[in-house]
């Protein structure tokens, strides 16, 4: 089992930047793909970007991110990372961190990943 902690969130204007991190307890951390979805106010959770834990550290990100996020993690700090850049007003909503043991890059219905973090709100300001 793993807990997730978010943090990071917070008010930026059009344009600029946020790292978002997701701290992980347990000592297995290197076992679970980590992914990071996102919610915006009546809207479905999102996929935003996965992170394998196969030693290929492959990611994925979807369309609507890719060139400005980038998804990365530190196994030795037990931490997953969401560098967040060029951001807009779109991109407002409840980022959350997820895991999966031994998951695929490829899973982005949110029901078939077990854990997951509280959540913490990323602004974008017009």
């Known amino acids: 089992q793993v807990q997730l902690v978010e943090s990071g969130g917070g008010l930026v204007q059009t344009g600029g930047s946020l790292r978002l991190s997701c701290a992980a307890s347990?000592?297995?951390?290197?076992?679970?793909?980590m992914y990071w979805f996102r919610q915006a106010p009546g809207k479905e959770r999102e996929f935003v970007a996965a992170?394998?834990?196969?030693?290929?550290?492959?990611?994925l990100y979807a369309d609507s991110v890719k060139g400005r996020f980038t998804i990365s993690r530190d196994n030795a700090k037990n931490t997953v990372y969401l560098q967040m850049n060029s951001l807009k007003p779109e991109d407002t909503a409840v980022y959350y961190c997820?895991?999966?043991?031994?998951?695929?890059?490829?899973?982005?219905?949110?029901?078939?990943?077990?854990?997951w973090g509280q959540g913490t709100q990323v602004t974008v300001s017009s």
């Open positions: 347990g000592r297995t951390f290197s076992t679970y793909t």
């Open positions: 992170i394998s834990w196969s030693s290929s550290r492959s990611t």
């Open positions: 997820a895991a999966d043991l031994l998951g695929s890059i490829y899973t982005k219905m949110p029901a078939n990943i077990h854990y």
